[in-house]
């Protein structure tokens, strides 16, 4: 198996520091994954709002979050008002072609603002876009997921957030979470020092993030906020990865198929084509309603222009 490591760029969103790993080198997916944010771990003071990310919409993908700390409210144009919390998904379906599009906001909750009583006064969110396929014809949607499935292997705690996995063992889960096409997505959280042997699909492309700490797999060590991508070059003999850790180790392996289509990304956008891009600038920056309207004071981001010679 050829493993590649990937360093984060850093950068701010809704004005806290994330780290970005996906779009990378190569500007490739991993499955119908095409961007991947960790958001945090930050600490917010009592006078501080944590993130706030106004107004903006999506094209062509789905926005996938999953909250490790703190807690975030989703408010989108559909009349969703979501607050999402640890341990749960929220995944937002923005349809396709230039008939669909979606806009949302997102920002910190606490205790007094609209969360939770404990909820941590701090943030530690994975936020991931699934390229949606274009030659299918999609609905926008929301939906939250407060329950998924959850098991210990050895003293490695896992969470699938999205998908169907059959464990070494034999054991069989299935996630509850919407898919157009296949992928998985696993929380993987090592509560004592050990390993742990995860199951590959044949056609399916692999990532890793680590979000605490670092694992080591044949020979190659991952430290936080590194990504790890990998597919299996010789199903016969490389259908499993093992993953050494220490205590206290957390990561977010992800995986799936790939797209038959181009996905090309710019701003908030995903197209399979550069004028459907373009349209969807002009769309957002002329209040078309296709983007549909959220309840909500916060600013609304425009849209920037293609650079010259955009490619993608
Ligand atoms: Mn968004």
Request: glycine share 10%; with cysteine; aromatic share 8%.
């Amino acid at each position: 198996m050829t493993i590649k490591k990937f360093e984060p760029r850093i950068a701010d969103v809704g004005g806290i520091p994330i780290a970005r790993l996906l779009p990378n080198r190569g500007k490739k997916p991993i499955g119908a994954w095409c961007f991947l944010d960790h958001a945090g771990p930050a600490e917010f003071g009592e006078d501080e709002s944590g993130m706030q990310v106004g107004r903006h919409p999506h094209t062509n993908l789905q926005t996938f979050s999953w909250m490790i700390e703190g807690e975030v409210l989703h408010k989108d144009s559909l009349g969703n008002e979501q607050v999402i919390s640890k341990n749960q998904v929220n995944v937002m379906t923005a349809g396709t072609g230039l008939n669909q599009g979606i806009s949302h906001t997102e920002q910190s909750v606490f205790p007094d603002t609209g969360g939770s009583a404990d909820a941590a006064r701090g943030i530690s969110m994975v936020q991931l876009w699934i390229a949606l396929p274009t030659d299918q014809q999609i609905e926008r949607n929301f939906h939250h997921y407060p329950e998924l499935p959850m098991w210990s292997e050895d003293n490695v705690d896992m969470i699938l957030t999205t998908g169907s996995y059959t464990s070494v063992t034999g054991k069989h889960y299935e996630a509850p979470t919407i898919q157009y096409s296949k992928l998985i997505g696993i929380d993987v959280n090592f509560t004592q020092d050990g390993d742990v042997t995860l199951n590959l699909e044949p056609d399916f492309e692999y990532g890793i993030l680590v979000l605490e700490g670092e694992i080591e797999s044949e020979g190659n060590v991952c430290e936080q906020n590194q990504l790890f991508r990998f597919h299996d070059t010789d199903v016969a003999s490389n259908s499993r990865i093992k993953l050494i850790a220490k205590k206290g180790t957390r990561l977010m392996f992800i995986g799936g198929e790939p797209l038959n289509n181009q996905v090309l990304l710019w701003w908030n956008f995903v197209a399979d084509n550069k004028q459907e891009l373009e349209q969807s600038i002009i769309d957002w920056n002329n209040g078309h309603e296709r983007f549909g309207e959220v309840d909500s004071d916060m600013k609304r981001l425009p849209a920037p222009e293609l650079p010259e010679g955009f490619k993608g």
